[in-house]
């Protein structure tokens, strides 16, 4: 070969060496920079996290959601009861006062319906004692008057009866002490009260009847007293 070749030869090589090394070593750099770029990008997309999905995160919010509420609905009815409770127990303490008022109550009523009745059968008692003590005088003045001579028999005959309705009055006050005494007694004593007040009424007629037979006979000893007298003055 000729030297001239020979040198054009390696004048080429020495030019289009470095160009080829450079174009191989860019080529690889090009290469090597689109695979790290692919490597990144899956690495990228396989480490970087996706949008979080809907459905679980509602169904979270709305379970929360229906503790939450049932957790309030449990505190109000739990509320509820607690004041159903307290008002039933203040409804049993109302109850206790008012049936302790009507216990007091009814233990005064009794007593003043006893002092009251009580008082009424004593001015009963004492009238138809005091009956009998003027049918004794009476009966004292009769018997006088009629040892003077005077006529006395209609005034006997009505003491006689005054007697015996004096007798029946002392019954009927005495009923009616009994009447008072068994309605306290009784479970109601306002349902007996009927049976005394009918017993009382019956004792102050009585008393009525057995006082105006004892006016009967204060008249009848008056006018025969009388005519006693207007006869012995014509006599004389």
């Given at each position: 070969m000729r030297p001239a070749v020979i040198t054009a030869i390696v004048a080429a090589s020495i030019i289009i060496g470095p160009s080829f090394a450079f174009g191989q070593s860019a080529s690889v750099d090009v290469s090597v920079q689109a695979g790290a770029t692919a490597s990144s990008s899956a690495t990228a997309s396989t480490t970087r996290p996706g949008l979080p999905k809907l459905g679980p995160a509602i169904k979270n919010i709305a379970s929360t959601t229906r503790e939450a509420v049932g957790n309030r609905v449990g505190a109000i009815g739990e509320r509820i009861e607690q004041h159903k409770q307290a008002i039933a127990e203040r409804k049993a303490t109302l109850e206790l006062r008012v049936e302790g008022a009507k216990a007091s109550a009814r233990a005064k009523f009794n007593e003043r319906i006893q002092q009251s009745v009580d008082a009424l059968v004593d001015k009963l008692i004492a009238a138809t004692n005091r009956l009998s003590d003027t049918a004794d005088r009476l009966e004292t003045h009769i018997d006088r008057l009629a040892s003077e001579g005077k006529d006395m028999t209609l005034a006997t005959e009505l003491m006689v009866e005054a007697r015996a309705n004096i007798t029946v009055a002392t019954e009927k006050a005495a009923a009616a002490s009994a009447a008072l005494d068994a309605a306290l007694a009784a479970t109601s004593p306002k349902t007996e009260m009927?049976?005394?007040?009918?017993?009382?009424?019956?004792?102050?007629?009585?008393?009525?009847?057995?006082?105006?037979d004892l006016k009967e006979v204060i008249t009848a000893i008056r006018a025969a007293a009388s005519a006693s007298a207007t006869t012995e003055t014509s006599v004389n």
């Open positions: 009927a049976k005394v007040r009918t017993a009382l009424q019956e004792a102050q007629a009585a008393i009525r009847t057995a006082h105006q």
